[in-house]
């Protein structure tokens, strides 16, 4: 069973449309990240969330996490093809070792010209 | 150099081999850690040093060796690698391990093929 839940796992779309991604859990987090990876490369970090409920942007990006802190989403608007990349979500547990990072498999998003 | 640094960038090895991988962060940070990436699997998180000390061996067979000798570097030792050890490995770095946030950086990561 996996901890965080991304779904959907795959997505291709258009240049100009909107999409938003989910990171799911069970469990609860004291803190969530957002990761994108494009090939060939590490992750780089997009975004930390800690406080549930809260809503951070960054330009075209809008990071939500759950209420409950067990669950956050990935909203892009207008995609561009320098959009494409892996998102991956992940979390420290609460009540968890502070060292580790659980990630999620990721979503593979494609944006078509 | 900024950032997190890896090399090599490619690696193909035989499974009689020993090889390193090394992992030079230029941030400042006292945490560096080794994951694994193999397709289809979440990142795999192999070991953790904070300080120096090693804090997390996540069950990685010993024929991977982590060795930490300051805070900058880190690297990765491999010896009678099997075939299903062929995967991108990341090293990343923190500020340190013990903040709830442990914001991660990354390098390019290595990839390793065993043949």
């Known amino acids: 069973t996996q901890l965080l839940e991304q779904s959907p796992q795959f997505l291709s779309i258009q240049e100009g449309e909107n999409l938003t991604v989910y990171c799911n859990s069970s469990?609860?987090?004291?803190?969530l990240q957002w990761y994108r990876q494009e090939p060939g490369e590490g992750p780089v970090l997009l975004v930390t969330?800690?406080?549930?409920?809260e809503v951070k942007k960054l330009k075209r990006l809008t990071f939500q996490f759950g209420d409950a802190r067990k669950d956050s989403s990935l909203h892009i608007t207008a995609a561009q093809p320098g959009d494409t990349g892996l998102y991956l979500c992940?979390?420290?547990?609460?009540?968890?070792?502070?060292?580790?990072?659980?990630f999620g498999k990721g979503t593979l998003l494609t944006v078509n010209p | 150099e900024t950032g997190v640094t890896q090399t090599p960038r490619h690696l193909v090895m035989g499974m009689t081999n020993k090889k390193s991988l090394k992992c030079e962060q230029h941030?400042?940070?006292?945490?560096m850690y080794w994951y694994k990436q193999s397709a289809k699997k979440p990142l795999e998180l192999m070991f953790v040093?904070?300080?120096?000390?090693?804090?997390e061996n996540n069950s990685v067979p010993s024929r991977f060796s982590p060795e930490c000798p300051n805070s900058s570097h880190l690297f990765l030792h491999l010896h009678t690698l099997q075939p299903e050890d062929s995967a991108l490995y990341l090293c990343?770095?923190?500020?340190?391990?013990?903040?709830?946030?442990?914001?991660?950086?990354f390098g390019p990561g290595t990839r390793l093929t065993v043949l």
């Open positions: 990343a770095s923190s500020q340190d391990g013990r903040g709830s946030y442990n914001e991660q950086f």
């Open positions: 469990s609860v987090f004291s803190s």
């Open positions: 040093y904070n300080f120096k000390e090693q804090t």
């Open positions: 992940a979390g420290v547990r609460s009540g968890g070792s502070n060292y580790k990072l659980t």
């Open positions: 941030l400042g940070h006292n945490a």
């Open positions: 969330v800690v406080t549930g409920g």
